[in-house]
């Protein structure tokens, strides 16, 4: 069951980063001058695909999995895919490398609980 603050982080997530579609014309344009360097257009791409990789993540994430911790890993799957050149069309792989990545650290053993403090 997902906790009361996680509820609370995924709405104020996908508040903030509520952006409108862009063309595929200014994806490929973008994606092709980040590719070359250029880090105001890969900022901007990322930007533009923060929402759909949250919605893609809140499909795929294990009941009880922080969140936080998801989107976390989802965002870095996006950076990923922007950046690598021998992909064509980051987001026709998005829903599956997230997937993967979450499968990935789902299986991770947890680190053991610190010593509390008294």
């Not at 590719?35 to 893609?56: F, H, K, M, P, V």
């Not at 965002?75 to 690598?84: G, K, S």
């Given at each position: 069951?997902?906790?009361?603050?996680?509820?609370?982080?995924?709405?104020?997530?996908?508040?903030?980063?509520?952006?409108?579609?862009?063309?595929?014309?200014?994806?490929?344009?973008?994606?092709?001058?980040?590719?070359?360097?250029?880090?105001?257009?890969?900022?901007?791409?990322?930007?533009?695909?923060?929402?759909?990789?949250?919605?893609?993540?809140?499909?795929?994430?294990?009941?009880?999995?922080?969140?936080?911790?998801?989107?976390?890993?989802?965002?870095?799957?996006?950076?990923?895919?922007?950046?690598?050149?021998?992909?064509?069309?980051?987001?026709?792989?998005?829903?599956d490398?997230?997937?993967?990545?979450?499968?990935r650290?789902?299986?991770?053993?947890?680190?053991?609980?610190?010593?509390?403090?008294?």
């Amino acid at each position: 069951m997902k906790s009361i603050g996680d509820n609370d982080f995924l709405e104020g997530y996908l508040w903030g980063v509520h952006r409108g579609a862009i063309s595929r014309r200014d994806e490929r344009e973008l994606l092709s001058r980040a590719r070359s360097g250029d880090s105001l257009a890969l900022d901007s791409l990322i930007q533009n695909y923060l929402e759909l990789t949250a919605l893609i993540t809140l499909k795929l994430v294990r009941e009880g999995f922080p969140m936080r911790t998801a989107i976390q890993e989802s965002n870095a799957v996006l950076t990923n895919l922007l950046q690598d050149s021998s992909v064509e069309e980051p987001v026709l792989l998005l829903a599956d490398m997230i997937h993967r990545a979450l499968q990935r650290i789902d299986r991770q053993p947890s680190a053991p609980p610190s010593p509390e403090r008294e």
